[in-house]
């Protein structure tokens, strides 16, 4: 009978580890990862969506985005941002912009200790070109992440193209040093007396004139202050006296004059006497 005692006293004793190893599996603390795609794969933002990302502290999250709205200058928004841990009280996170996806071309970094905008010195970035983003964490952080098309518009690669007759309403967004607006146009053909392109904006800026597509050669002999009510073929005659040429495409860069940043609006139009 001692025996039989004996047995079922090991049998409770057996029942309850096995009781007491279940509880603990049961009560496993899962612990968060952050941190978003990696260098070769990196996490796709909607020009125009906000995403929610992560990144880990003293670590990188990537991510690309394609401009959608056009070309012209983009930004970023990071809001709702929240770092924990951190291993510096100056910077929250950095962001840093690439044109490559070896992120060996760097277009711009800045950095940002509260939610913020972003906007990558108001340079102009391509449509539908691919446009990628490494994002350092200071700090275990979370954030919401959003790009957009800014105020500037237009690039080297695609220029707004200007229709003769019709009025274009414009804007560059920017500095004196950062922010630009590009355009091209044809001029009439016929006499080169027949060509007009005014201008009418909001606060004087530089427009330069230039003859080749790659926005280097200026077709002018000098930059150009541009006033409200401008009439340009006379600002942007050839040698200082003769007129545009005929049925010539040029290519027209305006930027701000502000020493801070600010957005200016504008109407250009190009159009012959005629109307044409």
């Given at each position: 009978?001692?025996?039989f ?7 409770i004793?057996i029942?309850?580890a ?19 795609g ?6 796709d933002?909607t020009?125009?969506t ?5 990144v880990?502290?003293s ?6 985005f ?16 929240s770092?924990?841990?951190s ?8 962001t840093y ?12 970094n800045?950095s ?11 340079q102009?970035?391509?449509?539908g070109s691919?446009?990628?983003l ?6 275990k952080?979370?954030?919401s992440?959003?790009?957009s ?5 237009g690039s ?9 007759g ?11 040093t ?28 530089d ?25 340009l073929?006379?600002t942007?005659?050839?040698?200082g006296?003769n007129?545009?040429p ?15 940043a600010k ?6 139009t ?7």
């Open positions: 009978m001692k025996v005692y004996y047995l079922v006293f090991v049998l004793l029942i309850g096995c009781s007491l190893d279940t509880e603990e599996s049961s009560s496993t603390t899962t612990t968060t990862v952050y941190g978003d990696s260098a070769s794969s990196p996490v933002l020009d125009g906000a995403k929610e990302g992560s880990a502290k670590g990188y999250s990537y991510y690309k394609t401009p959608a709205s056009g070309s012209g200058s983009y930004k970023l928004a990071i809001a709702s941002l770092i924990t841990d291993a510096s009280d100056n910077s929250s996170v950095t912009l690439y044109s490559d996806s070896g992120y060996s071309s760097e277009l711009d800045e940002c200790q509260a939610s913020c905008t972003l906007n990558f010195n108001y102009a970035l391509d449509n691919i446009y990628y490494k994002i350092y964490g200071y700090g952080g979370t954030y992440l959003t790009v098309q800014g105020g500037s518009e080297v690669n695609n220029p707004v193209a200007l229709t003769l019709t009025t274009h309403s414009g804007k560059v967004e920017g500095t004196s950062y922010g630009k607006s590009y355009y091209k146009f044809t001029t009439a053909s016929g006499s080169p007396d027949a060509i007009n392109l005014t201008m009418t904006n909001s606060d004087s800026m427009c330069d004139l230039y003859s080749d597509s790659g926005f280097s050669t200026l077709a002018s002999s000098t930059h150009s202050v541009c006033e409200a009510g401008d009439n073929t006379a942007f005659a050839i040698d006296s007129p545009l005929a049925s010539t495409t040029y290519y027209l860069r305006i930027e701000g004059e502000s020493t801070t957005a200016s609006t504008y109407n250009i190009v159009a012959s006497d005629s109307g044409d």
